[in-house]
């Protein structure tokens, strides 16, 4: 790249700067927004698939089989295009949180589901023995040990979640991605803002990461599983 | 509301679609199948001035998001057509996963075995060649699978660098004939008819593999 181009971009940058932040929040924004409702769909549909009723059960893993197939790219576009031509029509933002939360709360199912089942069946009996009900017993004992179990892989698909929003550009909204791509439009340094745009990501990414790994640490604390030291 | 003259006009459209979809998946799979194992290998080598650099790179490129790379390696690399540049970029994006895999792979191989081929003073490349790795890739082959089928899932994003797979021949569809429900309620159909029973396959090999 030459050393005016550099100078144009660096200029550029400055004045765009605001623009940036927006859109930045702009991707934080549906990131949290969509996680949470992941969140809710995960531990919903989770639950359900190890309710006893086969009907409930059945339903959970259809729905889920149902969300996971069918492609989050599809399914966003299919909100923003093909929804309102039955009459619905949802803001952009909305679709955007809704694929997610949609999407990767199937993913999260299994995870809640998967990690409910590999705590020892013996606390459990040992909750029953103890007359807990099935309601304290899942609180108090079950998915306390689960929930250490479920962060290392929801902070994976928290940050799958980040790696997914740039597809929000795509649905005319004005994120991170769509920012750094007008600014490298502008100024034609292309390889300048690409590499700060894929950094910007890249920082978010490991500060999320951190987080959940601290959320992890705390858990285990919690649980007296590997001391403060460990 | 849903036009069924549409949906049977578009289902042609939409099914030519899934023949570059079908053959991006496995051609960025194969990159990636490859590149991951290479990159698995190159960081367990020991030699730390390659070791470190190809880790940092891999790292990166994981955390990043692959429609981004494509964006740059779209406008930063000449001279390629679109489908063999979406699938280096998958592919490698994917080779990124797969070195995890691998490594999780490899460290699980008892360390029975590599006494064993020391006890035998079998040359390295055998014991890479005929203990370690056919005993590694057993073990993770349900893990490749669920990646196999997350590729397939996320080869629309080769869409934005004007490959015409499934979700661009939907899109395209929809935008000329005002038929968006119809065409792309039919991808839809055909990524889920399509993933479903690999995924149950999938899981029937992670069984098998389980005992």
Redesign the interface.
Known sequence: MTGSGTDVFLSELGRALPGIGRGLLVTLEATALGAALALLVAFALGLASRSRAVVVRGAARVTV??L????????L??LF??LP??GFRLEPMACGVLAFGLNYGAYGAEVVRGSIAAVPAAQTEAAIALGMGPGLRLRRVVLPQAYVLMVPPFKNLL?QL??????LS?VTIADL?FAI?QLRSQTGA??SA??L??LL??GV??LL?AGMDALERTAKERLGQEGRNA | ?WDMDAARAALPVVLSGFGVTLLATVLGFAVAVVAGLGVALVQRSGVRWIALPVGALAS?VR???????L??AW??VPGLDPLTLGVLVLGLHYATYLSEVYRAGIDAVPKGQWEACIALSLPRRRVWRAVVLPQAVRKVLPALGNYAVSMF??T??LS?ITVNEM?HE??AF?STHFA??ES??L???V??IA??PT?LLVRRLEARLAH
């Open positions: 089989e149902f996971r197939g069918t492609s989050l790219y599809v399914q576009f299919w295009f093909a031509m039955l940050i980040l790696k997914a929003t740039p597809l795509l991605t791509d292309t390889a690409y590499l745009l894929l990501y890249f990414a490991a990461g | 509301m990166f955390s990043t998001p692959v429609m981004v790379q964006f740059a406008v930063l899932k996320e629309p994003f934005v979700v939907a899109n929809g968006y429900l792309f309620t991808a839809a159909a990524f889920l993933s479903w995924s």
